[in-house]
Nanobody, 115 residues
Framework: QVQLVESGGGLVQPGGSLRLSCAASGSIFGVYAMGWYRQAPGKQRELVAGVTGAGITNYAASAKGRFTISRDNAKKTVYLQMNSLKPEDTAVYYC?????????WGQGTQVTVSS
């Protein structure tokens, strides 16, 4: 079994920054991808950014140029640095890990961008 624990969410003013962290534990071995998704009230969950086991990254159009995803394989942790935050970035952010045909989710962390 795999457990994912997110941290780093909170309330920030427009234009501010936050850094989310997601620590993975449990039966983790081999190659796996990790990513961040978000879900705003009344909307579907959407991909924000992902990073493969080889370190290849991809971003949603809304995140490009503002967000940076990175991973520390030794710590089994993925990060999301979010800069120039906008009110429309307000959502619950979820960490995701994919290994083979199995996918795992964290419990989510709230990010609120408001003045």
């Amino acid at each position: 079994q795999v457990q994912l624990v997110e941290s780093g969410g909170g309330l920030v003013q427009p234009g501010g920054s936050l850094r989310l962290s997601c620590a993975a534990s449990g039966s983790i071995f081999g190659v796996y991808a990790m990513g961040w998704y978000r879900q705003a009230p009344g909307k579907q969950r959407e991909l924000v950014a992902g990073v493969t086991g080889a370190g290849i990254t991809n971003y949603a159009a809304s995140a490009k140029g503002r967000f940076t995803i990175s991973r520390d394989n030794a710590k089994k942790t993925v990060y999301l640095q979010m800069n120039s935050l906008k009110p429309e970035d307000t959502a619950v952010y979820y960490c995701n890990l994919v290994r083979g045909a199995s996918g795992y989710w964290g419990q989510g962390t709230q990010v609120t961008v408001s003045s």
